[in-house]
């Protein structure tokens, strides 16, 4: 089946840091992959996606690239800043047609100090 | 837009209890989703819709978790009877089809405490 597995939180860095957070996947065929952000107390929102192969999505600075060979979409920033603490997840959807589930990962809690 | 609605936002009842959660998805979209989130089991997914019919309940915990959208812009999920263990975040989520990339908008969620 299909499943996606996320590095281990929380993570904590400083102001200005470079950010990875690991996101590798399984499934069959070729899926959409996503980031979707929560902001304390709030629903999740879309971050960037990627729907095939090399494929780079980004969005507030916020960059990750479709790589097929390793089935990794790793989450990436140069340098970060405070409104960046929220938690991020991973997600997959396997592109058939009527299937609009979203399989996602456990989630990754982010904090960045000042 | 508005977004997706929920309500309530918060719901304290006591064990025994029936609880009903309601949403109300972005004008025009064909897909609902309904999402339980906890610390211990992360993101969930419970039920999804597509045009008011249930495709896909096989996340629905047990007997006492129910889930109806009788029409395209309303949908409920109901438990009875609650338990302390139903304490979670419950999300609603819609999206409209048609391509593998399009995105789910959530709501805000509904806090729910069974005591």
């Known amino acids: 089946g299909n499943s996606v597995t996320q590095m281990e939180g929380p993570v904590t860095l400083s102001e200005e840091a470079f950010l990875t957070i690991n996101c590798t996947y399984t499934a069959t065929g070729y899926p959409s992959l996503f980031w979707y952000v929560q902001y304390p107390g709030e629903g999740l929102q879309l971050l960037l996606k990627a729907t095939k192969a090399d494929d780079k999505g980004s969005n507030k600075g916020f960059e990750a690239t479709y790589r097929k060979e390793t089935t990794s979409f790793h989450l990436e920033k140069g340098s970060v800043q405070v409104s960046d603490s929220a938690v991020y997840f991973c997600a997959l959807r396997r592109v058939d047609f009527g299937n609009e589930k979203l399989t996602f990962g456990t989630g990754t809690r982010l904090t960045i100090i000042p | 837009d508005a977004g997706v609605i929920q309500s309530p936002r918060h719901e304290v009842t006591e064990m025994g209890q029936e609880v009903t959660l309601r949403c109300k998805p972005i004008?025009?979209?064909?897909?609902l989703f309904w999402y339980r989130q906890t610390m211990m089991r992360g993101l969930e997914l419970l039920i999804y819709f597509n045009n008011n019919v249930p495709i896909d309940d096989s996340g629905m915990p047990e007997d006492r978790f129910s889930a109806k959208m009788p029409n395209a812009s309303f949908s409920t999920l109901k438990i009875q009877p609650s338990e302390p263990r139903d304490s979670a975040v419950y999300f609603c989520?819609?999206?409209?089809?048609?391509?593998?990339?399009?995105?789910?908008?959530f709501g805000p969620g509904t806090r729910l405490t069974v005591l």
């Open positions: 989520a819609s999206s409209i089809q048609g391509f593998s990339y399009n995105e789910q908008f």
């Open positions: 004008s025009g979209h064909d897909y």
